[in-house]
């Protein structure tokens, strides 16, 4: 089991959709959770932390759910722009550097 | 504000040539620093990490090296490139035990 799993998509959705994205990961001591966008040929850039108790950032939502290990990012009014690739990523608990896990990405296009 | 840089932007080498790759931060002290590898199609893959000047971790045996000659700068090295290391090449820096920031990475092409 790939220690954080998303689905690949590829997601097409219209402009103004709403559209979700899911991620599970597997170590239960998993301690920072993350999600980042990574545009075409470009280097990710973290788009939103994801809290305990969820947290939104406009348009964006994150949850997160300990018991499941399961993570998600819901993007309402979906615009052209907010297509790229999402990663999920987490962080292992015990290290003193932070190792982080990315997920493969989910792909999203927006499409007019 | 905190920028990290990395150079080249782009490199097409031939098999078995050397490499050397260069990431440095600037607006921020003794920073953990990062090497990643993205494959075509693939995910992010942690090479080496940082947590200070020469001290060098790495998480995958491999054909490449990294050093850490000054607090800020951070170097990928192989002394024989192979067909394999092609991908795109990010590094990062973090303060916070987890909160990484990316540069704009390195495409590395060997043919």
């Known amino acids: 089991r790939k220690e954080v799993e998303q689905d690949p998509g590829p997601f097409n959705v219209p402009e103004g959709a709403t559209v979700a994205f899911n991620c599970t990961y597997s170590?239960?001591?998993?301690?920072?959770f993350f999600w980042y966008r990574q545009d075409c040929r470009k280097e990710p850039k973290l788009l939103m932390s994801?809290?305990?108790s969820g947290n939104e950032d406009g348009r964006f939502t994150a949850q997160l759910n300990r018991a499941s290990q399961y993570i998600s990012l819901l993007i309402r009014d979906s615009k052209l722009s907010d297509s790229a690739t999402y990663l999920c990523?987490?962080?292992?608990?015990?290290?003193?550097?932070?190792?982080?896990?990315f997920g493969q990405g989910t792909i999203l296009t927006v499409h007019p | 504000s905190q920028t990290i840089h990395q150079w080249p932007a782009t490199l097409v080498q031939p098999v078995g040539s050397p490499l050397s790759l260069e990431c440095t931060v600037e607006g921020t002290s003794n920073p953990n620093l990062y090497w990643y590898r993205q494959a075509a199609g693939r995910g992010l893959q942690l090479l080496f990490y940082?947590?200070?000047?020469?001290?060098i971790s790495s998480e995958v045996p491999q054909n490449l090296s990294a050093s850490r000659p000054q607090d800020r700068q951070f170097i990928l090295s192989s002394k024989k490139l192979l067909l394999s290391d092609s991908g795109f090449y990010l590094c990062?820096?973090?303060?916070?035990?987890?909160?990484?920031?990316f540069g704009p990475g390195t495409r590395l092409t060997v043919l």
């Open positions: 990062a820096w973090s303060v916070l035990r987890s909160l990484q920031f």
């Open positions: 990523v987490v962080t292992a608990g015990g290290t003193s550097y932070g190792k982080l896990t």
């Open positions: 940082s947590v200070g000047i020469g001290q």
């Open positions: 994801v809290y305990s």
């Open positions: 170590n239960s001591a998993s301690q920072s």
